[in-house]
């Protein structure tokens, strides 16, 4: 059993479509084992992605993940990883493929609904960064 970080974008908050992302995350076989929704801060978007911070895209970035709320999510799940990653299709929903959850409802490459970990220490690092231990049901 493997678990990764799942965060429900801003762009899908605003747009009353959790539901129906936790719907297809639920359906590929993925068991939700800690839930929250936070607004995030500056600093916290900042240092979360902070292995982006000398991008272009960075600014835009956190002013987009602090712009309204997000979900943050424990997911487990044999190759959790990999499996939300394939659920979760492309960064860019323009090359994800046909029923992926950024195909189905990401906006673009910033709006893209959804980020999962990107590896199993990723995973460590990223739950650890929102979640305590106690937090998580499984
Ligand atoms: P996410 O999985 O949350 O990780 C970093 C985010 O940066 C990514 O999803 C995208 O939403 C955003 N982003 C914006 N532009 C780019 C880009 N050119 N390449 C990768 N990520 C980008």
Request: aromatic share 8%; hydrophobic share 40%; charged share 25%.
């Amino acid at each position: 059993m493997e678990k990764t970080l799942s965060i429900i974008k801003p762009d899908a908050t605003t747009r009353n479509i959790t539901g129906k992302v936790n719907a297809m995350i639920e359906d590929a076989g993925l068991r939700i084992v800690a839930q929250k929704l936070i607004c995030l801060t500056t600093a916290q978007a900042e240092k979360f992605y902070q292995e982006h911070k000398d991008k272009a895209f960075f600014t835009n970035l956190v002013d987009f993940m602090t712009s309204a709320p997000v979900i943050v999510q424990v997911l487990a799940g044999e190759n959790a990883v990999s499996l939300y990653r394939k659920i979760m299709g492309a960064t860019n929903p323009a090359v994800a493929e046909e029923g992926t959850i950024r195909k189905t409802f990401a906006l673009s490459i910033d709006k893209n609904t959804v980020h999962g970990s990107d590896s199993p220490e990723s995973a460590k690092r990223e739950i650890g960064f929102f979640f305590s231990e106690t937090e998580i049901c499984e």
